[in-house]
T-cell receptor, first 113, second 113 residues
Framework: KAGVTQTPRYLIKTRGQQVTLSCSPI?????VSWYQQTPGQGLQFLFE???????NKGNFPGRFSGRQFSNSRSEMNVSTLELGDSALYLC????????????FGQGTRLTVV | DAKTTQPTSMDCAEGRAANLPCNHS???????VYWYRQIHSQGPQYIIH???NNETNEMASLIITEDRKSSTLILPHATLRDTAVYYC??????????????FGQGTILTVHP
């Protein structure tokens, strides 16, 4: 079966712009989490959605937001981009809220110039 | 703050067993030990998890000490494709932060021919 799909794979944006990243979880999975990975901070949890509701949130400013649709697909948005937002953004899906195994996508590489 | 401690790097010869240690001296009773790995430029991949009993699957074995303060991930016959960063993570089942994975710096495992 198809894995977690993230689009686009690569993105270049200018400071001050906003960006929307998309994640399609594995078919049948209802939980989607987002992570940011940078060389300095490593992998950091952004937020998690389940049944269209945000269930968990990491320590990121309000410029980072997300949502989940009824088909479990998720988007995350970053407004007023800063150079420090350059990172690999990873999406992970789990079958249910209580599922133990998370499946990660390949990520979206965002570069802010 | 990371609740696990792992060596920064380890080397292993191809075909030999790779034993990756993890210290988690402040683990609580309902926290599971999870292992993920991240091969360069890919999203993290789930390997195995356990609560207090030793676990084995097709990828690896997980040995958890009786006091649960440390664990060891064992790759029985390491191959070059096992070169990756290995993360040891604690996550509590059923808790409000259940879906959140807190990644530390992990162990860079390099498998040599």
């Amino acid at each position: 079966k198809a894995g977690v799909t993230q689009t686009p794979r690569y993105l270049i944006k200018t400071r001050g712009q906003q960006v929307t990243l998309s994640c399609s979880p594995i078919s049948g999975h209802r939980s989607v989490s987002w992570y940011q990975q940078t060389p300095g901070q490593g992998l950091q949890f952004l937020f998690e959605y389940f049944s269209e509701t945000q269930r968990n949130k990491g320590n990121f400013p309000g410029r980072f937001s997300g949502r989940q649709f009824s088909n479990s697909r998720s988007e995350m948005n970053v407004s007023t981009l800063e150079l420090g937002d350059s990172a690999l953004y990873l999406c992970a899906s789990r079958r249910d809220w209580g599922s133990t195994e998370a499946f990660f996508g390949q990520g979206t590489r965002l570069t802010v110039v | 703050d990371a609740k696990t401690t792992q060596p920064t790097s380890m080397d292993c010869a191809e075909g030999r067993a790779a034993n990756l240690p993890c210290n988690h001296s402040t683990i609580s009773g309902n926290e599971y030990v999870y292992w993920y790995r991240q091969i360069h430029s890919q999203g993290p991949q789930y390997i195995i998890h356990g609560l207090k009993n030793n676990e084995t699957n097709e990828m690896a074995s997980l040995i958890i000490t009786e006091d649960r303060k440390s664990s060891t991930l064992i790759l029985p016959h390491a191959t070059l494709r096992d070169t990756a960063v290995y993360y040891c993570i604690l996550s509590n089942a059923g808790g409000t932060s259940y879906g959140k994975l807190t990644f530390g710096q992990g162990t860079i495992l390099t498998v040599h021919p």
